[in-house]
């Protein structure tokens, strides 16, 4: 009971951790675009120095050099935020899954989104630290890479980042509780509903219609054969109660078995002399000693002489 409860927070940091990958992935991408867009990046830090000395220099002409990085580094957190709220729905199926029904999937589309945006956020930390530089508006203005205004590079950028992941979290919850809904959950009681027959296979007949008639009583090929059920009440004949199934015609012993053919008893030949011969007797064993003597043959009959007249 336990694993089912738990269910939901096992399976969304599970999927979490994975989801924290691609997240880990947008930080790298926009440090690279940050490290790609560097010469642009110092020279619009150092019209900004210009402009707050009291100079004048006009951004604009460097501010074009910085639209790949910007579109490279937020496309690729709207990316990674459609594949949080994709893995929060996979969540969602798998805890009710996991617990039988369909519930727990926003629960579990919360945890892939706590799992991910928690990576996500120390993954940029990391990164800001060791590069000192982001592909961010924090980047423009306050990234120099150098450490002189890190702490103002990670407020601003860590604002950023949680008011998108803020924005998220509706949808992680939105999509767990949907991919929950959707998911193939069986019945608890799946095992013990009762399977149905179809329409043309002989229903069962209801409790004590019949008389209960024990194992093995049916006739058999060889058997006498037994006296079919008895007939409905009210009429004549065997005839069976309505709604049983119709018995087979090669069922010896019931109505539309096609009756045994009557015996046939030998009849002697009307000439003997065609009538079969007849099997010698068998010989006792053992053998009788008149067996091992030789037999002398008889010598042919004679007729008999004429009688004088």
């Not at 727990?104 to 799992?115: F, I, N, P, R």
């Not at 003597?293 to 007249?309: G, H, K």
Request: proline residues 16%; aromatic residues 10%.
């Amino acid at each position: 009971m336990s694993e089912q409860r738990d269910a939901p927070r096992v399976y969304g940091v599970r999927v979490g951790l994975v989801s924290g990958l691609f997240s880990i992935a947008q930080v790298l991408l926009s440090v690279a675009a940050a490290h790609g867009s560097e010469a642009a990046l110092r020279a619009i830090q150092h019209t900004f120095t210009i402009l707050t000395s009291g100079g004048l220099v006009d951004p604009t002409t460097v501010a074009p050099a910085l639209i790949p990085m910007l579109l490279t580094t937020y496309l690729a957190m709207l990316l990674a935020g459609l594949v949080t709220v994709w893995f929060a729905g996979r969540a969602g199926r798998l805890a009710a899954i996991a617990q039988g029904r369909h519930a727990g999937g926003a629960s579990a589309g919360m945890w892939v989104w706590l799992t991910s945006t928690g990576i996500w956020l120390l993954a940029s930390i990391i990164a800001t630290v060791i590069t000192n530089s982001d592909g961010t508006i924090s980047g423009v203005f306050v990234g120099t890479f150098s450490s002189a205004y890190l702490p103002q590079q990670l407020i601003f950028l860590l604002l950023q980042e949680i008011v998108a992941a803020l924005f998220c979290l509706g949808f992680c919850a939105a999509a767990g509780a949907q991919g929950a809904r959707n998911a193939p959950v069986s019945p608890p009681n799946a095992a013990l509903t009762p399977l149905h027959a179809p329409a043309w296979y002989p229903q069962r007949p209801p409790q004590g219609a019949y008389p209960y008639v024990p194992y093995g009583s049916y006739p058999m090929p060889g058997y006498p054969p037994y006296p079919p059920y008895p007939p409905q009440p009210g009429q004549s004949g065997q005839q069976p109660y309505p709604g049983y199934p119709a018995y087979h015609p090669s069922y010896p012993g019931y109505p539309g078995y096609p009756p045994a053919p009557p015996a046939q008893t030998p009849q002697a030949p009307a000439n003997p002399h065609l009538a079969a011969p007849q099997a010698a007797a068998p010989m006792p064993y053992p053998p009788p000693p008149s067996f091992y003597v030789p037999q002398q043959a008889a010598p042919p009959a004679t007729p008999p002489a004429a009688q004088p007249e």
